[in-house]
């Protein structure tokens, strides 16, 4: 079975910084890659940083030069290390892992972790 935790959410005044991490089970994970997707209320879910199975990493543009993504394989964890929260950072933020084969697809999500950046 496999399983995405989430964990590090919670309340941080603007200009902080916050550290969500993500451990997964029941996946070969180094296989993987590994995202950030964020979710705020009337919005619709959007990437907000991704590392492949690599090392590659991408990020939203919202975000670039803020926020860092990192993997461990041996852990079979992602980070994602934010710094210089704003308000609009706020949102329910979501694990995700996803591996596309030839004729497959494999995708898999945690249960989220708030995040609210509020003075």
């Known amino acids: 079975q496999v399983q995405l935790v989430e964990s590090g959410g919670g309340l941080v005044q603007p200009g902080g910084s916050l550290r969500l991490s993500c451990a997964a089970s029941?996946?070969?994970?180094?296989?993987?890659?590994m995202g950030w997707y964020r979710q705020a209320p009337g919005k619709q879910r959007e990437l907000v940083a991704r590392?492949?199975?690599?090392?590659?990493?991408n990020y939203a543009d919202s975000v670039k030069g803020r926020f860092t993504i990192s993997r461990d394989n041996a852990k079979n964890t992602v980070s994602l290390q934010m710094s210089s929260l704003k308000p609009e950072d706020s949102a329910v933020y979501f694990c995700?892992?996803?591996?596309?084969?030839?004729?497959?697809?494999?995708?898999?999500w945690g249960q989220g972790t708030q995040v609210t950046v509020s003075s």
């Open positions: 590392i492949t199975s690599g090392g590659s990493t």
């Open positions: 029941g996946i070969i994970f180094s296989t993987y890659a």
């Open positions: 995700n892992a996803h591996n596309r084969q030839l004729w497959y697809e494999y995708d898999y």
